[in-house]
């Protein structure tokens, strides 16, 4: 499903931030993405999720050569992948309801058919009696599990989460793994970046390791 | 029917946790419309079109005037006869009259006597004088049929023979002036509403640019969700296109109330040397129904060159954010 050759990331004039990653992504796979602050977790996530370009190398992604895409075949490709970010990205004037209903919403969909799949994934999330909260007065917990709701509701088939149980408490650490794992045996591909070992040891899954640039894979 | 039938449908949220109903519900949109900071651009799109609508009124104004008196003065032909030493003035306007009226294309023929000559050099040569003493020329006025092409070289000749004296004059001269002035006023008209239109795009362009600065947040988590250029563009033009039209509503209303009351206007410098002079030349200041009707298209055009250039800007903005 994703297969990367030599793929090469620099900003600007600056020193390669990632150096000849290879390696593949199949479908209904799950894995961790790992290693210190500033090795490039977050770059790679968004050379997967199409923001960034390589600037070399070979990035294929659903069978199509990204280099080869134009902007609305990539915003095609990417209503395929969810993400979650870091910093969250909620929409401040939609409540939680709306925020994660947003990916049906740009599909098109009426409001009536996703109702009931947003108030259960809210439910499942624990928000459910913050449907109607809009954004700023959630707490940081609360703003990570919407938006993990955000990038899960349309069954994406490839799924990053960048540090997503950075701001839970670890019982609601290992209910979001659970929710992760659910949608991977549901079909979905899954990368979580993180730093949590206690959360990568709760799960078998394969390992991705990146280290001054490297990326180094263990089953 | 029991409680629960009675609410509708409900979702289990757990034990501590309220009942919520699945109700539909109203969806904010996509871009807040707070954030984009409309008031500044309604205004300078209805200054625009009141701008707009003014020079175009104006400039059907002076096109209609204009087109009348040609058309007043072209059926007109004058003859000038000139008293020369030997020759009977009375006589040779009296034998041009009779030529005149002989000739075929001609329906009316108003020879001026002594007296009403007299009276046109009033305004230059004031009352009281004796005119018995001076060699005031004759006029003759000639109508025109219609539609009817003279020869005027032959009836110049015709003329001439039976009053050597006698100047013929078509207008014409007079006319290609009026031309040129209307065509001159015509294309002032259009170079500023020209000028309008490229200011009302910049500032579009500029409105356009800082809401998008302003709204940044919500492109990117667009982009996040799947949503293509197309799509994001859309939501904001919905926005511009409304803030256009209201401005050209405004704009073009006030225009067009100005030249409704123009009468009124008109009445309150009327006795003033300017308001006289306005009368004499555009009449009431007042515009045809198809003059309304040309103001209303043009503020209705100037609210989609608003969504237009809003949208031109859209698409780069979004270019450079990706």
Known sequence: MVRFENVGLRYGLGPEILRDLSFQIPAHSFQFLTGPSGAGKTSLLRLLFLSHRPTRGLVNLFGHDVSLLGKDEIADLRKRIGIVLQDFRLLDHMTTYENVALPFRVMGRSESSYRKEV????????????????????????????????????????????????????????????????????????????????????????????????????? | MSKTD??????????????????????????????????????????????????????????????EWQSDVASEITIQVRPQAGRDVDRDAAAVTEAMRAQSGIVEVKPFSKDESGKLLEPWLGTGLSMDDLPVPRMIIARVQPGTQLD???????????????????????????????????????????????????????????????????????????????????RFLRHFLRLGLEGGVIGGGIAMLVFGFSESIAGWFSGTPVGDQFAALLGTFSLRPSGYVVLAVQAVLIGAITAVASRQTLFATLNDID
Not at chain 1, 173 to 186: Q, T, V, Y
């Open chain 2, 6 to 67: 009675e609410r509708g449908v409900f979702v289990d949220l757990g034990h501590e946790r309220p009942q919520v109903p699945a109700k539909a519900r109203n969806m904010s949109p996509i871009v807040p419309r707070a954030s984009i900071q409309g008031r500044a651009l309604v205004a300078v799109v209805a200054i625009m079109t009141f701008l707009a609508s003014m020079t175009t009124g104006t400039v059907l104004l002076v096109s209609a005037s204009a087109a």
């Open chain 1, 119 to 219: 108030i259960d994934l809210l439910k499942w999330v624990g928000l459910g009696d913050r449907m109607d909260a809009l954004p700023p007065i959630l707490s940081g917990g609360e703003k990570q599990r919407a938006a993990i709701a955000r990038a899960v509701i349309s069954r994406p088939q490839l799924l990053l989460a960048d540090e997503p149980t950075g701001s839970v408490d670890p019982t609601l650490g290992r209910r979001l793994l659970r929710l992760f794992i659910e949608l991977n045996k549901s079909g979905t591909a899954v990368i979580i970046a993180t730093h949590d070992i206690a959360l990568m040891d709760q799960y078998e899954a394969r390992r991705f390791v990146l280290h001054q640039g490297r990326l180094h894979v263990y089953e």
């Open chain 2, 152 to 234: 005027l070289a032959a009836l110049r000749a015709r003329v001439m023979q039976v009053a050597p004296s006698a100047s013929v004059d078509d207008h014409r001269a007079w006319i290609e002036r009026m031309r040129s002035m209307t065509n001159a006023t015509v294309l002032a008209g259009l170079g500023i509403l020209g000028l309008v239109i490229i200011a009302t795009i910049i500032s579009v362009s500029f409105a356009t640019r800082g809401a998008m600065a302003a709204n940044r947040p919500i492109v990117e988590v667009l982009h996040f969700v799947g949503a293509g250029d197309r799509y994001i563009a859309n």
